[in-house]
Nanobody
Framework: QVQLVESGGGLVQAGGSLRLSCAAS????????MGWFRQAPGKEREFVAD????????YYTDAVKGRLTISRDNAKNSVSLQMNSLKPEDTAVYYC????????????????????WGQGTQVTVSS
């Protein structure tokens, strides 16, 4: 049984930092592209960032470039999202997701391509 468990969310002031982590089990972690998505109240789930199976390649949505950094540790079956210079508009539930296969080098990154999802962790940024 595949499980993705996020942690690290919380309440932070604008300009602050948080580090989200996702622990994966029940899958051969190195075979999966790992991604982070988020969903704000009243909005659709949106792509944030993802990372290739080896960790060599990453991709970010424009809104977070230069502020958020995705990384992975295949030895520990984990993926992280370092979030700096947080803004109120970053407030959302953040989800870890996994998809088997190749890293996508196009801008099209729908959530439907991801097979497994965590339960989410709340990030709230106050102004």
């Amino acid at each position: 049984q595949v499980q993705l468990v996020e942690s690290g969310g919380g309440l932070v002031q604008a300009g602050g930092s948080l580090r989200l982590s996702c622990a994966a089990s029940g899958l051969t972690f190195s075979r999966y592209v790992m991604g982070w998505f988020r969903q704000a109240p009243g909005k659709e789930r949106e792509f944030v960032a993802d990372i290739s199976r080896s960790g060599q390649y990453t991709y970010y949505t424009d809104a977070v470039k230069g502020r958020l950094t995705i990384s992975r540790d295949n030895a520990k079956n984990s993926v992280s999202l370092q979030m700096n210079s947080l803004k109120p508009e970053d407030t959302a539930v953040y989800y870890c997701a996994a998809k088997e296969g190749e890293f996508d080098f196009t801008a099209y990154r729908p959530s439907s391509k991801y097979e497994y999802w965590g339960q989410g962790t709340q990030v709230t940024v106050s102004s």
